[in-house]
């Protein structure tokens, strides 16, 4: 038989499941009769509160850890800003834990479980092993992941529609009359870089061009990589007039090996990138990207949490994106330029790249 959560007891007592948490936490807010009620209906229903409703009643406050990879992470702030929205408005704190994906977080997560301060944990855009996060799930602590890139899990987590996000650039170039659209991939062994990828052989199959395989590219997130990539893709007999990229990090670079072969964006090869993080408005030109809703995913990824910690799971959200139109996408030119210089001695720093890495958020 199902275990009663906190929601079930408020369905029961026909009161909101916000009154219940005050009786829990033993909050004066409550009225004797409301209070008596909530425990009869606990106690006839032999109900026994989660660890987390039992320590609220004892008068302590829990806390909700988070697990970021990086305060400078262009997406962290939205994300956490997402997150305390909601959970500000419950009897919860946040408990924020920094660790890169360059060091293993395997003993960070073990002393979140031995430490038994949080209620549940939240973790952010990781390129970790989840093996440890379903193990602490498992033994019955709440875990959320949030854009997280690695491989698909059993754990509940929060994701923007990468597959339609690209799908839906593919669309707005095809309607600017671009017919020779390029993409630079990834890296494929993330899901998210997967969706996106046939996101783009869909969009361009929907707008009834062929996919050629001549105008796709494997760049990562390595932007002296991206411009000599790119430099290669414009050197074609029939070259692209536009060029999609998997994140907007990647999109600067794009831009920059588009500068370097003596070609105008977008008037020689339009660009979409995507995230729509902060820097992309102040390209030049500004950049047309794909925007993950990260304020959203936060607030989706907190209640989520909360609800595991009363009791009700879920599988996840999936939310969607919109496509932001600004000055780096413009129509196909009636006949495309060559290029006209060569990229020999590209500078090692590009001039509007901003990237900290495959931030991917990842900067995906």
Known sequence: MRKLTIRDIAQLAGLSK?????????????????RERVLEVMRSHNYTPSSAATALARGRTPFIGMIVPGLTWHMVAAVNYGVASVVEQSPYEIILYTSTNEKDYTALVDRIATSGLSAGLLVVTHDQPLEPL???????????????????SELPSVQADNYEGTRTALRHLAELGHTRIACVQGPMAYACCEDRYRGYLDGLAEAGLDADPALTVAGGFHAPTVRERVSDLLALRGRPTAIVAPNDNTAYAVMEAVIDCGLRVPQDVSVVGFDDIASSADTHPPLTTVRQPFPEMGRAAAQLLLDAIDGDTAPGVSLPTSLVVRESTGPAPAKPR???????????????????GPNISTQR
């Open 18 to 34: 916000s009154t219940v948490s005050l009786v829990l936490n033993n909050s004066p807010k409550v009225d004797p009769a409301t």
């Open 134 to 152: 379903e193990r602490l799930h498992r033994s019955g602590l709440p875990v959320v992941l949030v854009n997280t890139l690695a491989a698909p």
């Open 338 to 356: 060559r290029p006209t210089r060569t990229t020999t001695n590209r500078p090692e720093t590009p001039r509007v790249w901003s990237g900290l």
